[in-house]
């Protein structure tokens, strides 16, 4: 059905991302700008946590402190090359900091969606009111099920978003489980891995406060659904436990954007089609802000760590994919869903992929629409599949 709010909704955002940077700033000036001033301006439009309408659900903030405990050793170099050796070096400058006694800290989210009508069976007919402990992250019972859910933003925006808040608490309150967030470090300001190293330490948190991976659903929406696939690929090469169940949104898998909907897509979409000649591209500032593009970077853009669709997809946990007919990222999403198909053929249900007619990228976000509210029924249904089978 027509939306008159949709349809504005969508075109000031669209207006906002294509004009809210200088785009077309030239290649050769890229080292020449600071990018400490571009953090600033988009921090600002990083809020404080704010407290969901109790209509809507519950959230709470934490910290995890990046202990000694935490600083993993991924010894990932041979694997992935220079992105292994960048984790490295963010883990050891970690243990340095919690060595001096100065660790740093990863604030994270977490929500209980209001219409929650069941919540593995300790949490039936209680709220956060009468039960504080819903919001804190440790399992009420041995066998709880969770969902982490890593925000997405192109690795620039969306920590503590009150629409990704809105979104958790709807998955919530549809797959009857509480849902946990991390508020990664973001780009320019940060830029790859950090992202990625701060997940990793987020998932191996929740594990270590005794929920186990077979009880975890992984999600995400479009940087956040690369980042559910590359901590996948992380686990597999550490030879720890994978979740049960992956569910990724709009996901942004190949950070080349070479896919044909990046242009036939355009004006359909509210995200505005951008060249690799522009500083300001999302791939640029979220992968080595300041650099100037080359080939050599385009190479180490195919790294699965940084897109995930040129990795081995083989042995993922069941796939549930929602996406927009309309959205940029279209054919990269059906390139990467034909791939999780074909190398995990001897399981027939290895993925499904919903395409939801005329929406864009992450129309989730748009919770007004029926679409919304149908993949929000949907990701409940699948995640109640997988705990029931």
């Not at 709220?127 to 992250?137: C, G, Q, R, V």
């Not at 300001?189 to 948190?205: A, G, Q, T």
């Not at 390139?335 to 290895?350: G, I, W």
């Not at 976000?365 to 995640?383: C, K, L, P, Y």
Request: some cysteine.
């Amino acid at each position: 059905t027509w939306c008159l709010r949709f349809h504005v909704l969508k075109n000031i955002l669209h207006q906002y991302l294509s004009e809210s940077l200088p785009h077309t700033t030239p290649n050769e000036v890229s080292a020449q700008i600071d990018f400490s001033y571009i953090s600033d301006y988009i921090e600002l439009n990083n809020l404080p946590s704010r407290p969901l309408a109790p209509s809507v659900g519950w959230n709470s903030e934490f910290n995890i402190v990046v202990d000694e405990n935490a600083c993993t050793k991924y010894n990932l170099e041979e694997k992935y090359g220079l992105s292994g050796t960048k984790l490295d070096r963010l883990s050891s400058e970690d243990r340095v900091l919690a060595q001096q006694g100065k660790p740093r800290t990863i604030s994270c989210q977490i929500v209980l969606g209001a219409q929650l009508t069941r919540c593995d069976k300790c949490l039936s007919n209680v709220n956060p009111h009468s039960s504080p402990e819903l919001l804190i992250p440790q399992p009420l019972e041995p066998n709880e099920r969770i969902i982490i859910h890593f925000h997405g933003g192109a690795y620039c925006v969306g920590e503590r978003s009150l629409t990704h808040l809105y979104i958790y608490a709807h998955i919530s309150s549809r797959a009857g489980l509480r849902v946990f967030s991390p508020n990664y470090r973001l780009a320019p300001r940060h830029c790859f891995p950090s992202h990625l190293h701060d997940c990793v330490i987020s998932y191996l948190h929740i594990v270590s406060c005794g929920f186990k991976p077979e009880n975890i659903i992984l999600a995400g929406d479009s940087a956040g659904g690369a980042l559910a696939v590359e901590l996948l690929m992380i686990l597999k090469e550490m030879s720890l436990l994978k979740p049960a169940g992956l569910v990724l949104i709009s996901p942004w898998v190949d950070s080349t954007c070479v896919g044909k909907s990046w242009t036939t897509n355009q004006g359909f979409d509210y995200l505005p089609g951008l060249s690799f000649e522009d500083p300001f591209h999302p791939t640029r500032m979220f992968y080595a802000a300041g650099t100037p593009f080359s080939e050599s970077m385009l190479e180490e853009l195919k790294c699965p760590l940084v897109s995930p669709i040129f990795g081995d997809l083989g042995d993922m946990p069941p796939m549930l994919i929602q996406m927009g007919e309309y959205e940029l990222l279209s054919d990269d999403i059906h390139a990467f869903a034909a791939k999780v198909k074909q190398q995990n053929s001897h399981s027939p249900n290895a993925v499904e992929i919903e395409v939801y007619d005329k929406m864009p990228h992450v129309f989730v976000m748009f919770d007004f629409m029926d679409e919304a509210q149908r993949a929000f029924a949907s990701f409940g249904r699948f995640v109640r599949a997988i705990f029931d089978h």
